[in-house]
Structure formats: C-alpha cells, structure tokens
C-alpha cells in the first residue's frame, strides 16, 4: 500500500541480481475535476513537489489555463496559455509570449488533371 515502504528508490529485480532504480510517486495535494452540462469545466492538481496545472474552458470555447514545476536549481517554471477563435493558442512561457504558428498557403498541381489542390502546411514563426 501507499503507507508501506522498502526502499521506493532501489528494488531488485527477481529474475536477476540486477539493482533497479525507481522513483517515489509524488503526493496530490489537491484536486478539481468539474464538468458542467454547458461544455464549460475546470480541472487541475497541486503536488507535493511544487508541479501543478489549472485549466478552465468556458462555454463559449475560450479556454486558459497554466502549469508549473521547480525546477532541478529550485526556480519556478511556468507556462500560462489561453485559446479562442481569434487567436488560436498563445502561450506564455516564463513570461515571455510567443508568437502562435503561421499558416503559409501552398498551391500542390496534381499532374494527371487539370485541377490544382489548395492545401495549408503549419510553420511556427519563432520571431
């Protein structure tokens, strides 16, 4: 069970006399999971080891949210994002925005007819 413990970081495995190591799950501290009839929710978590995430979608279609850890020298990193319609995702990583994706248009020809196929390829624009 959760309150019983070898040693959670090594364990050996049985069909050898190889030493495993694992790591220690980590604790929720708190928990939201709540879905409305409107297509609207919030759901998150807190842990034990700092990390968490908060998302909430409203009926409407915007959603924002933003998640966190610590990193391996103790700073808060963090992501903060929202989405809608107009702007599509845009997220803020440790405060600085970035730009979202462009969408470049390309002309494929098919060469066994005469009709040309308009297709859209994704590229991120890292300006």
Known sequence: GQNSRIDPRFVQNIFSNEILQTTTPVPILKYINQHNNDGSYTYGYQSADGSYKLETRLATGEVSG??????????????????????????????????????????????????????????????
Do not use: C, M, W
Not at 74 to 91: I, M, R, S, W
């Open 66 to 127: 933003k998640y966190g850890y610590i990193d391996s020298e103790g700073n808060l990193k963090e992501t903060v994002y929202g989405a809608d319609e107009e702007h599509g995702f845009v997220p803020v990583l440790d405060g600085v925005q970035l730009s979202a994706p462009s969408v470049e248009k390309t002309v494929n020809f098919d060469v066994t007819s005469s009709n040309s196929i308009v297709s859209s390829s994704r590229s991120v624009d890292s300006s």
